[in-house]
Each structure stands twice: as structure tokens, then as C-alpha cells.
């Protein structure tokens, strides 16, 4: 299933920000407010890999009908991560990651119990072994395999996420991410796995 379409505001900000991270290798964020397509901040910590949030969004998250949208860039090119999550069910009602290479990752929360369970610190790191484990152990087969299992174990943990219903996660793969056939079956084979723990 592909992620729904962006407004155009919303492809203002994800080009902005993809532009900004050509010249700096920084994480940048764009934070919009889905009732009146706004835009509540555009901001970057200038650190390759975190952006928090500022006070001012925690205040307007936390009103009743608040809708809060999270854009943001991808440097790793890898999939949503737990601190997304975490955004995901505190903040954001929608996170989308950017990548430059197209690739886009799209994630909601439907179970936030759940996910918070599946998040918390210890639990996500025996998610990431066991991610990379199951792939690692798919893969034996393969003559040739082209990425370490770590970069797709968080894709994994996404997807077994998704398989329980925890999550609303899709991908629009760009040219360099996009697992080939072989990769995929075995992603989803060890999503599959994993989700019969989660
Ligand atoms: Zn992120």
C-alpha cells in the first residue's frame, strides 16, 4: 500500500528540508499543524541523527483536538525509529522520514500501549538482535546480500509492529533503499517471526 498523498504544503516542507540536509549533513525538522496547514516550526539541532521537538510543540500537542504532523530527514536512510515511535504516540498523529535518495517512511500509532511496550529501551534493543538475527538467518541461503541485517532490522521491527495492528506503517521506496524481491521475502518472513513475540 503506498503512503497517502502529501498536500502541496506538505511537499513544501519535505523539499525544504531535503534540500537544507544537502548542505549540511544535519537533521532537520518541519512540524505542521493539520487543521490549518501551518507550519509550527522548522528547526535542526545540527546533529546528523536527533532533532528534538521545542516547548512550544509539547504545549500545542497536548491540546484536546491538536493534529500535529512530523517531516523530517533521514540521514541513515533507515526506517522509523523508537524515538519516532515515542513522537508518534506523545505528539505526532502522523511522522513521516524523509530520505534523499526518495524513500519515504510513514508511520501512525493505533495501540499506543502497545507500542510504548515494544519502545521502552530493553525491549527495542532485543527486537533489533532478534530483527537481525531472523534476517541473518533467511539470508544464509543468499550467494549475495549486499546490506548488513542491521540496516533493515529496524524495517522489521516496523513491519511486525504492523502485522499486530500496533501501527499504521508504510514505505515509498526510493532508488537506492528499495530491497530487492529476495530481500523483501526475507524482511517479511522475519517480520512475520518477530511478531509473534511482540
Ligand atoms: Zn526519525
Same mark, same amino acid.
Given at each position: 500500500?503506498?503512503?497517502?498523498?502529501?498536500?502541496?504544503?506538505?511537499?513544501?516542507?519535505?523539499?525544504?528540508?531535503?534540500?537544507?540536509?544537502?548542505?549540511? *549533513?544535519?537533521?532537520?525538522?518541519?512540524i505542521?499543524?493539520?487543521?490549518?496547514?501551518?507550519?509550527? *516550526?522548522?528547526?535542526?539541532?545540527?546533529?546528523?541523527?536527533?532533532?528534538?521537538?521545542? /516547548?512550544?510543540?509539547?504545549i500545542?500537542?497536548?491540546?484536546?483536538?491538536?493534529?500535529?504532523?512530523?517531516?523530517?530527514n533521514?540521514?541513515?536512510?533507515?526506517?522509523?525509529?523508537?524515538?519516532?515511535?515515542?513522537?508518534a504516540?506523545?505528539?505526532?498523529?502522523?511522522?513521516? /522520514?524523509?530520505?534523499?535518495?526518495?524513500?519515504?517512511?510513514?508511520?501512525?500509532?493505533?495501540?499506543?500501549?502497545?507500542?510504548?511496550?515494544?519502545?521502552?529501551?530493553?525491549?527495542?534493543?532485543?527486537?533489533?538482535?532478534?530483527?537481525?538475527?531472523?534476517?541473518?538467518?533467511?539470508?544464509?541461503?543468499?550467494?549475495?546480500?549486499?546490506?548488513?541485517?542491521?540496516?533493515?532490522?529496524? *524495517?522489521?521491527?516496523?513491519?511486525?509492529?504492523?502485522?499486530?495492528?500496533?501501527?499504521?506503517?508504510?514505505v515509498?521506496?526510493?532508488?537506492?533503499?528499495?530491497?530487492?524481491?529476495?530481500?523483501? /521475502?526475507?524482511?517479511?518472513?522475519?517480520?512475520?517471526?518477530?511478531? /509473534?513475540?511482540?
Open positions: 500500500m503506498a503512503i497517502r498523498q502529501l498536500s502541496s504544503k506538505e511537499i513544501e516542507i519535505r523539499d525544504s528540508i531535503l534540500d537544507l540536509s544537502k548542505t549540511r *549533513e544535519w537533521e532537520f525538522s518541519g505542521l499543524n493539520a487543521r490549518n496547514e501551518i507550519l509550527i *516550526e522548522l528547526k535542526t539541532e545540527m546533529l546528523p541523527q536527533r532533532c528534538e521537538p521545542s /516547548a512550544d510543540v509539547h500545542l500537542a497536548n491540546q484536546p483536538d491538536s493534529h500535529l504532523i512530523l517531516h523530517h533521514h540521514l541513515t536512510k533507515e526506517s522509523l525509529s523508537s524515538a519516532d515511535w515515542n513522537g504516540c506523545y505528539l505526532f498523529k502522523e511522522i513521516f /522520514a524523509h530520505c534523499d535518495d526518495g524513500t519515504t517512511y510513514y508511520g501512525k500509532v493505533k495501540d499506543k500501549l502497545q507500542v510504548l511496550k515494544n519502545i521502552e529501551q530493553f525491549t527495542y534493543q532485543q527486537h533489533l538482535l532478534s530483527a537481525g538475527n531472523l534476517i541473518l538467518n533467511n539470508s544464509q541461503k543468499l550467494y549475495f546480500f549486499n546490506a548488513t541485517p542491521i540496516d533493515y532490522a529496524k *524495517e522489521t521491527i516496523n513491519n511486525a509492529m504492523k502485522i499486530k495492528g500496533y501501527i499504521e506503517y508504510d515509498d521506496w526510493g532508488a537506492f533503499c528499495r530491497p530487492c524481491k529476495t530481500v523483501m /521475502a526475507i524482511i517479511n518472513g522475519a517480520a512475520n517471526d518477530l511478531a /509473534a513475540r511482540l
